[in-house]
């Protein structure tokens, strides 16, 4: 069995919905009964684009909308904005390892403001960069592109160290779930699947999709 753990599960990235009508997309997630929605947040200087802010996570709120917020922070300074991101709505807010600031600090701080925690890794950091974290975290985020951009192809390369953080996880009998993020499509989020992954962020395959519900039940069956 590829994971015992935790059942597969799908977080649609509300980056690939039309953003003039966000609350649109995040309907379609809640009509097609998907608890989790994936916000990608970018500040023009960790990843070379910018997305949406606080606000909009609290006019979600606001419209309605109760599925879970799979935060992803790709910020250079994530320790400045988690409060912020904490009151907008946010229930998981992910930090990545690779910027200069206080790591342990900022999941200790996330903690304590009744988050769930996550740290997220780029293609080019290895796993041991976070292995003194792993009992600090409820999910490990294993980017499978370059992050700032939706719509790029997925990295192969990247599942070795899926592997290698489902065996750190299993050794030291931890339970934090391993999300994978970028160019995931059915045919390689299999692939991670056996590699260990059991959340599954999808922008284009999944709005873009002719049919999501169809991509989302594809999903459930991994
Ligand atoms: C990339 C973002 C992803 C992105 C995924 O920087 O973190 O969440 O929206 O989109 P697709 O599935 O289109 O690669
Ligand atoms: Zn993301």
């Keep these: 069995m590829a994971n015992p753990l935790h059942a597969p599960i799908l977080a649609p990235s509300l980056l690939a919905s039309d953003h003039a009508r966000l609350a649109d997309g995040a309907g379609l997630v809640e009509r097609l009964r998907i ?29 309605g909308v109760k599925l879970f917020f799979d935060t ?5 300074r994530p320790d400045l904005y988690i409060e ?11 930090i990545h390892i690779e910027p200069a600031y ?5 999941l200790t701080r996330i903690r304590e403001m009744g988050k769930h925690a996550g740290i997220v890794l780029n293609p080019g950091t290895p796993a ?3 292995e003194a974290l792993l009992s600090q975290v409820d999910l ?3 980017m499978t592109v370059q992050p700032g951009f939706g719509g790029q192809a997925f990295r192969r390369d990247q599942l070795a160290k899926i592997a290698e953080i489902r065996d750190l996880r299993d050794q030291r009998n931890l339970t934090f779930r391993i999300e994978v993020d970028g160019g995931i499509d059915l045919a390689n989020a299999a692939q991670c699947r056996a590699a260990g992954a059991d959340a599954f962020v ?4 999944f709005f873009k999709a002719a ?6 039940a594809g999903i459930a069956a991994l």
Aim: glycine share 8%.
């Design 102 to 106: 206080d790591v342990i600090g900022t």
């Design 84 to 94: 912020a991101f904490a009151r907008a709505g946010a229930d998981r807010l992910s």
């Design 128 to 130: 041991v960069a976070i």
């Design 35 to 63: 608890p989790w929605l994936h916000l990608d947040i970018m500040d023009g200087h960790f990843v070379p684009n910018l997305s949406f802010g606080p606000e909009t996570l609290a006019s979600l709120r606001r419209d």
């Design 211 to 216: 049919d999501p519900a169809a991509f989302a």
């Design 140 to 142: 490990v985020l294993v």
């Design 202 to 205: 999808v922008g284009t395959s």
């Design 72 to 76: 992803h922070l790709m910020l250079e």
